[in-house]
Structure formats: structure tokens, C-alpha cells
């Protein structure tokens, strides 16, 4: 079970954090979905926790991490521009990660929203 928190409103030029609790220990990613589009990569980060994979387009502005004794993802975004604004997801796979596939992660969150504005 994966659990978010943290999404909002922000203006352009901010910055949200966000967080996923796991029930257990996996590799993990964050994934977004705007309105009429795909579920796209954000970033992933293996099982341990000390390697990690970005999207070109938050590459420099989002940093994923993990807190293995908690079983906690999160995802420090700054910089947000609008084009940030979407529904993000917290997926977990049991691969040792870090993958970017979206049909490698198992079990996914329930989706938090974060809206920037111009």
C-alpha cells in the first residue's frame, strides 16, 4: 500500500515536497499524469536508495529520495513551472530499480495533485 501527501497549489517559482509511505521496502518512482495525457516518468530510485534516474524535463529541479528504516519516498520539486502541473503517483516494484518503465512498478499510490500557476 502506497500512501501520498504533499501536493497543492504553488506559484510558479516555488517549491512542494512530496511524500509516498510504503508498507514495505522497495525500489521506487514518481510518475505525473495531466489532464488528457499519459502517465509520464519523474524520477526513480533504487532499493537502497543511492541511485537515482531523472526525466529530462525536471532534470536540475527534482530530487527523489528515500528514508529505508521509514519505508518513505519523497520528491523535493522547486523551480515548478506550470507545465509541472499535474496528478503525481508513487509507484513501487520489486525489481532492484532504479527502472523507468511504467510497467515495472506493481503497486501505485492513489495520486496527489499539484497545480503551479503563472
Known amino acids: 500500500q502506497l500512501v501520498e501527501s504533499g501536493g497543492g497549489l504553488v506559484q510558479t517559482g516555488g517549491s512542494l515536497r512530496l511524500s509516498c509511505v510504503a508498507s514495505g521496502g522497495y525500489a521506487m518512482a514518481w510518475f505525473r499524469q495531466a489532464p488528457g495525457k499519459e502517465r509520464d516518468f519523474v524520477a526513480a530510485i533504487d532499493w537502497i536508495g543511492s541511485n537515482t534516474v531523472y526525466s529530462d524535463s525536471v532534470k536540475g529541479r527534482f530530487t527523489i529520495s528515500k528514508i529505508n528504516a521509514h519505508n518513505i519516498l519523497y520528491l523535493q520539486m522547486n523551480s515548478l513551472k506550470p507545465e509541472d502541473t499535474a496528478v503525481y503517483y508513487c509507484?513501487?516494484?520489486?525489481?532492484?530499480?532504479?527502472?523507468?518503465?511504467?510497467?515495472?512498478?506493481?503497486?501505485w499510490g492513489q495520486g496527489t495533485q499539484v497545480t503551479v500557476s503563472s
Open positions: 509507484a513501487a516494484t520489486t525489481k532492484s530499480g532504479p527502472t523507468i518503465s511504467r510497467n515495472e512498478y506493481k503497486y
